[in-house]
Nanobody, 117 residues
Framework: QVQLVESGGGLVQAGGSLRLSCAASGRTFYRLGWFRQAPGKEREFVARIYRSSESAIYAISVKGRFTIARDNTANTVYLQMGSLKPEDTAIYYC????????????WGQGTQVTVSS
C-alpha cells in the first residue's frame, strides 16, 4: 500500500524558513514532487526531483528560495523553503511516480503553510 505522509507545515513570518518532509512507503519512486494549492486557486507545481537527485526543477516563483532534496535510504523527500512570502501560503502536497513522465499517481494528504506579512 502506497502512503505519502507530509509534515513540517505551520505558521511563519514573511522572510522566514520552513522545511517540509514527505515520508513515502510502499513503492520505489522514480520521481518525487511538491505541489501547492492556495485558497481559490488551482494546484500548481513547485518542484520535482528524480531518484538520482541529479536533476531537480523548480517553478519560477520559488526558484532560488526553495530547495528539494531526497533521501533514498529513508524514502523521504524534503522541501526547504526560505525567504517565504505571503503568496507562498497554501496547502503543500507531496506527489510520487514510479516511472518517468508528467503524471503523479500518488499523493499525500497535504500540509498547511501559512506565511504572515
Amino acid at each position: 500500500q502506497v502512503q505519502l505522509v507530509e509534515s513540517g507545515g505551520g505558521l511563519v513570518q514573511a522572510g522566514g524558513s520552513l522545511r517540509l518532509s514527505c515520508a513515502a512507503s510502499g513503492r520505489t519512486f522514480y520521481r518525487l514532487g511538491w505541489f501547492r494549492q492556495a485558497p481559490g486557486k488551482e494546484r500548481e507545481f513547485v518542484a520535482r526531483i528524480y531518484r538520482s537527485s541529479e536533476s531537480a526543477i523548480y517553478a519560477i516563483s520559488v526558484k532560488g528560495r526553495f530547495t528539494i532534496a531526497r533521501d533514498n535510504t529513508a524514502n523521504t523527500v524534503y522541501l526547504q523553503m526560505g525567504s517565504l512570502k505571503p503568496e507562498d501560503t497554501a496547502i503543500y502536497y507531496c506527489a510520487a511516480a514510479e516511472v518517468p513522465g508528467t503524471n503523479y499517481p500518488y499523493w499525500g494528504q497535504g500540509t498547511q503553510v501559512t506565511v504572515s506579512s
